[in-house]
C-alpha cells in the first residue's frame, strides 16, 4: 500500500498536491526527486480510497456499489449529470488514469500555434517532457494490434477513404512479468477489455504503478481519503488547506493543513470548484476562473449487429475462452483512424475502436438489440435477426461469437468544440459547502458533432451494419453530450 495513514500527518508542509491523477502524482514525483537542498517536504492529498489490481469490479452490480455519490463518497466512479453534458471520472488514488483507455497522443503542432496559450508553453518546448511522461509510463503499442478483429473492422471504412488504421501509443505492459522499474509487481496484459473499470491483472499503467510510487520513494507523504473543500490565503505567507477526512465508515472528521505551496490538481471540474469555493471564503480569483470549459469534442456512436465478427465482449480476469466463445477483445482501446491530412485543426477528428467491459456485457445486449438502429444496407435483414435472437434468447451464450453484439463497434471520438461551458458555483442554499455546476447552452448543436456522427454511419455502413447514433445526443434532438475527458474551468494565462 501506498498511502500514509492519516494520523502520521504533520501540521505543515513545505508543499501540498492536491489530486492524485496525472498531474498531481508527476509534481509530487518530480518535487520529491529533485536534487534540492534542504529537501522539501511534500504531500499528496487523494479524496479517494486506494484501490489495488485484484478489487476491481466486474459484475454490473459491483460497479454500481463502487459508484461515487453523497452516500458513497469513497466510490471509484463518477457520473456527474449537467444539463448541457454529462463527465465520466474517477475518484481513487491514482486519479482517472486508474480507469481511462490508456491512450498517449501526443498534441498536432497546430494545437499550439492556434490558441492563445502562454508564450512559454510551446509544441517544442513540450516535446522532451513528452517524452519523459511517455517513458514513465511505458507507452507502447500493442504487439498485436492489427490483427485484432476491432481493428480490423475499424480499417475497413479507413481503406475506403484511403487509409489505414494505426495501432496507438497505449500504457499498457505487455512485457514486464515482475518488478518494473519503480519497483511495483506487473503483469503482462491478457487482452480481458477491462481497462475501463479497473485492471486487476496489475498490466495497466496506470500513475499507482509508477510515479506514485516514485513520489513515495522520494519521502512524499500520500494521505487518501481527505477531501479538500477551499483554500486561505494566509497574512504571513503561505496557505491554510481546509477539508475532511473520510472515514471508511463514510463519516467525515475537518480538517486543516498548512503549506508554503499548493499545487492544485484535483482534475478540471474539482480544482475549479474548490477555488470557487475560496472564493466565497474571502479568496481573491482571476475573472477567468470557471471559463472555456470544454469535452474536448467527445463523441460516441455504434456500428450494430454488422456482417462482420469484431470480438468486442470483455472477460473477466479468472474467466478463460472456451472453444465456442468469441476471443478476448484486447485492452478498451487499441487501434485508431485520425481525419488530419489536409484539414484545419479545427476540423480534425480521431476515430477509435472501443470494447465493452466484462461488467457491461449483458447490458448493452439488452439496450442496443432494443435500439437497433438505422439500417444502412438492405438485404442482410435475416441475418441479422439471427444474430439478435442468438443475443436475446434466454439461453444466450455470453461471448457468442455469432451474437448482434460480438459483430458490433462501438466509436470513441474525438475532435475540437468552441469550449464555451461555464462552470458556475450554486450558493450553498441547498447544499452545505455548496456545489458546482456546468453551463453549455447548445453545446451538443455545434457542427463538428453533426460531422462525426455522419461519419459513424459511413463506418457502421462499411461494416453492413445498423448505426446507432449517441442516444444521449439524438434522442429528441437534445443535443447532450457525455465526455471523459473534462478540460478548462483553470484557464492558462501569462498574467492574472
Not at 498531474?23 to 484501490?51: D, H, M, Q, T
Not at 469550449?419 to 447544499?431: C, D, N, V, W
Request: proline letters at 6%.
Amino acid at each position: 500500500m501506498l498511502a500514509t495513514p492519516w494520523e502520521q500527518r504533520k501540521s505543515a508542509y513545505d508543499f501540498v498536491v492536491i489530486g492524485s491523477g496525472y498531474g498531481g502524482a508527476i509534481s509530487a514525483a518530480r518535487l520529491a526527486s529533485a536534487n534540492l537542498n534542504p529537501k522539501p517536504s511534500v504531500c499528496i492529498l487523494e479524496r479517494g480510497k486506494e484501490w489495488q489490481p485484484g478489487n476491481y469490479p466486474e459484475t454490473a452490480a459491483d460497479v454500481l456499489g463502487a459508484t461515487r455519490s453523497d452516500l458513497n463518497p469513497l466510490g471509484l466512479y463518477e457520473l456527474l449529470n449537467y444539463p448541457d453534458i454529462s463527465v465520466i471520472k474517477a475518484s481513487g488514488l491514482g486519479g482517472t488514469s486508474l480507469i481511462n483507455a490508456n491512450v498517449a497522443i501526443v498534441p498536432d503542432r497546430e494545437v499550439f500555434e492556434q490558441f492563445n496559450w502562454p508564450a512559454s508553453i510551446t509544441y517544442d518546448a513540450l516535446q522532451p517532457y513528452y517524452q519523459r511522461a511517455s517513458q514513465a509510463l511505458a507507452a507502447n503499442p500493442h504487439p498485436r494490434a492489427l490483427q485484432l478483429a476491432k481493428v480490423q473492422a475499424l480499417d475497413r471504412r479507413a481503406q475506403q477513404l484511403g487509409m489505414r488504421a494505426q495501432a496507438l501509443n497505449i500504457v499498457v505492459n505487455f512485457l514486464v512479468d515482475g518488478p518494473n522499474a519503480f519497483g511495483v509487481n506487473q503483469k503482462p496484459c491478457i487482452d480481458c477489455g477491462n481497462c475501463v473499470t479497473g485492471c486487476n491483472v496489475g498490466a495497466k499503467n496506470t500513475v499507482y504503478m509508477n510515479y506514485l510510487p516514485m513520489a513515495a520513494n522520494a519521502g512524499a507523504s500520500i494521505f487518501t481519503q481527505t477531501k479538500v473543500e477551499w483554500l486561505e490565503k494566509l497574512a504571513c505567507g503561505g496557505w491554510r488547506i481546509h477539508g475532511k477526512f473520510v472515514k471508511d465508515d463514510f463519516s467525515g472528521v475537518e480538517f486543516t493543513l498548512d503549506t508554503r505551496e499548493v499545487i492544485l490538481s484535483a482534475g478540471s471540474l474539482n480544482s475549479t470548484e474548490i477555488l470557487l469555493r475560496s472564493e466565497m471564503h474571502g479568496l481573491n480569483v482571476s475573472p477567468a476562473l470557471g471559463t472555456k470549459f470544454s469535452g474536448n469534442g467527445d463523441f460516441f456512436g455504434l456500428a450494430y449487429n454488422g456482417s462482420f465478427q469484431t470480438n468486442v465482449l470483455g472477460y473477466a480476469k479468472a474467466d478463460t475462452p472456451g472453444p465456442a466463445d468469441s476471443p478476448e477483445p484486447g485492452p478498451n482501446i487499441v487501434g485508431v483512424v485520425r481525419y488530419s491530412d489536409g484539414l484545419d485543426e479545427a476540423q480534425r477528428i480521431t476515430v477509435e475502436d472501443f470494447s465493452f467491459p466484462r461488467a457491461f456485457v449483458e447490458a448493452s445486449k439488452a439496450v442496443f438489440g432494443t435500439l437497433r438502429g438505422d439500417d444502412t444496407i438492405t438485404g442482410n435483414e435475416q441475418a441479422q435477426a439471427g444474430r439478435l435472437a442468438r443475443d436475446l434468447s434466454l439461453a444466450a451464450q455470453l461471448h457468442d461469437p455469432n451474437g448482434a453484439m460480438n459483430h458490433s463497434m462501438l466509436y470513441l471520438v474525438m475532435g475540437q468544440d468552441n469550449a464555451r461551458g461555464t462552470i458556475l458555483f450554486e450558493a450553498p442554499f441547498t447544499e452545505p459547502d455548496g456545489r458546482i455546476r456546468v453551463s453549455w447552452d447548445q453545446a451538443g448543436q455545434q457542427q463538428i458533432f453533426t460531422r462525426m456522427n455522419g461519419e459513424l454511419r459511413r463506418h457502421a455502413r462499411a461494416l453492413e451494419a445498423s448505426f446507432i447514433s449517441n442516444p444521449t445526443w439524438s434522442v429528441f434532438k437534445l443535443g447532450h453530450l457525455i465526455t471523459a475527458h473534462p478540460l478548462g474551468g483553470c484557464p492558462m494565462g501569462d498574467d492574472y
